[in-house]
């Protein structure tokens, strides 16, 4: 059976300065989302053991640490094709984003509005977590969510399209405390065409599964 893997950064470690300086990046990505693919995989054949064994006195804990590494492994993996060293600025029709644009104007009244929700919503998220935009497919709006670790706190069947990482590993060494700055400074590297279309495939993959038997 398939294990989960570290996926490639799309850019060398410098693109994303000096938003987000290459150390940062180097480590971010090769040891911390490295630990949570590995978390994930050693999980997985503690499960299997734990099957085999019919064995079940540790499930809960388990069952934990596969959703806290594999939500840290899947939000990572987003994360790194969210940002550009050529992102940023607002989402706009003449840039091949207008049904994304419109998506957000729609669901929260503007993109100031929007842009105001999920900043804050990241920056005053308490201890670790993430802020993140995310497709609702049951009203089939956009929402901001307010992610605790990586699992916790999340409208099931929401899918993320936009995550800004608000764990202190994302951001210290460059801004100390300072995790509005951080976050103020994302604005810059958004990849909208990346964001855009991750709603279009969580829109067309809602319609399928709501035109299922």
Sequence with gaps: MATYTLPELPY???????????????LHHDKHHAA??????????QLAEARDKESWGSINGLEKNLAFH??????????????????G?????????GELADAIAESFGSYAGFKAQLTKAAATTQGSGWGV?????????????????????????????????AWEHAFYLQYK?????FIEAMWRVVNWQDVARRYAAAKERANTLLLAP
Excluded at 36 to 45: F, H, I, R, S
Excluded at 177 to 181: G, S
């Design 12 to 26: 060398d470690y410098a693109a994303l300065a000096p938003v987000i300086s290459p150390e940062i990046i180097e």
């Design 36 to 45: 949570y693919v590995k978390g994930a995989n050693d999980t997985l054949e």
């Design 70 to 87: 594999l939500s840290g492994h899947i939000l990572h993996s987003i994360y790194w094709h969210n940002m550009s060293g050529d992102g």
């Design 89 to 97: 600025g607002e989402p706009h029709e003449k840039d091949g984003v």
């Design 133 to 165: 935009l995310a497709y609702e497919p049951v009203s089939g709006r956009l929402i901001v969510e307010q992610i605790y670790d990586h699992q916790g706190n999340v409208g099931q069947g929401s899918v993320p399209i936009l995550v800004f990482d």
């Design 177 to 181: 405390n300072q995790k509005v700055d």
